[in-house]
Structures are given as structure tokens and as C-alpha cells.
């Protein structure tokens, strides 16, 4: 459930974030690269943290 709502709000924000920036640099608005891109990103954040933050034995 976890990994579902990570890919719905990186889409969300995903393509906030690419429309805004696709118009500061005047680029064509493709919504379906931008969220798809920002949902794949998400979920390997999202997965290499717990990888990163554990301890050391």
C-alpha cells in the first residue's frame, strides 16, 4: 500500500513541478514523461533510504 500512495502524490507533484518549470523555461508540457519519470524516481528514494539508514554491525 506503501509504494501506491508514494507513485500517486510523485505523480501529483511530479507534474506540479514539471508544469511550472516547463513554463520558467518556455519547453513543450508532456504530462504523462513527466509523471511516470517522477513516480520512478520516488520509488527508488523512497526504497533506498531503509537501505542507507541502517546500522552497521
Same mark, same amino acid.
Given at each position: 500500500?506503501?509504494?501506491?500512495?508514494?507513485?500517486?502524490?510523485?505523480?501529483?507533484?511530479? &507534474?506540479?513541478?514539471?508544469?511550472?518549470?516547463?513554463?520558467?523555461?518556455?519547453?513543450?508540457?508532456?504530462?504523462? &514523461?513527466?509523471?511516470?519519470?517522477?513516480?520512478?524516481?520516488?520509488?527508488?528514494?523512497?526504497?533506498?533510504?531503509?537501505?542507507?539508514?541502517?546500522?552497521?554491525?
Amino acid at each position: 500500500m506503501k509504494q501506491i500512495i508514494v507513485i500517486f502524490w510523485a505523480f501529483i507533484f511530479g &507534474e506540479v513541478i514539471g508544469y511550472i518549470g516547463g513554463a520558467l523555461d518556455a519547453l513543450p508540457y508532456k504530462p504523462l &514523461e513527466i509523471g511516470v519519470i517522477a513516480a520512478i524516481v520516488a520509488l527508488i528514494t523512497s526504497n533506498m533510504i531503509p537501505l542507507l539508514s541502517k546500522p552497521k554491525k
